[in-house]
């Protein structure tokens, strides 16, 4: 799989990374957040041409930030997320990829299933409210910038490797 990730800015890396430390307080040891937002994981063959069509996209683009208003647990998949609001130039971005290679894309990013957001923790074995809830009482919206775009290839063991970068100017 090669997913498309909007990279954050340190600082607010940093603010998420905060939140995420607040599990240990229910015996769960923190691990390092993820600084970035899928925007479309490619499950087809032509890997070169994906990438090619997504700079192209991405050419046009300049740096932009987004919106963090809300933290939530997705049930379906037993993980604690940061949602940025789902709007232009992040949203445009997402449709134009999505739009030019729907059927190429995982389930949760063709487009009319995609959820902009970043995953603070994971765990299907854990009660999730209770964390949930030491988070948001920490929890203050606020805007990430983005400046980078990455290509990375993720294998059947969950390692990942950066294949491309585009950095918006």
Known sequence: MLCVIALLDPASTERLSRLRRLTAAFG??????HRHITLASYIGEDEAGFISSCQAILSRRRKFSVHYGDIRIFDSTSVIVAIPDKEDPLDAIQREIADAWAEELNQ??????????TSLFYSPEVEL????????????????????IEFSRVDEEDRIETVGIVDLP
């Open 28 to 33: 769960v040891p923190p691990r390092a957040v």
């Open 108 to 117: 949760w990013t063709r487009r009319e299933a995609w959820q902009p957001h």
């Open 129 to 148: 409210a209770p964390i949930l809830g030491a988070m948001r009482a920490e929890f203050e919206p606020f805007s990430a910038q983005i400046d980078r």
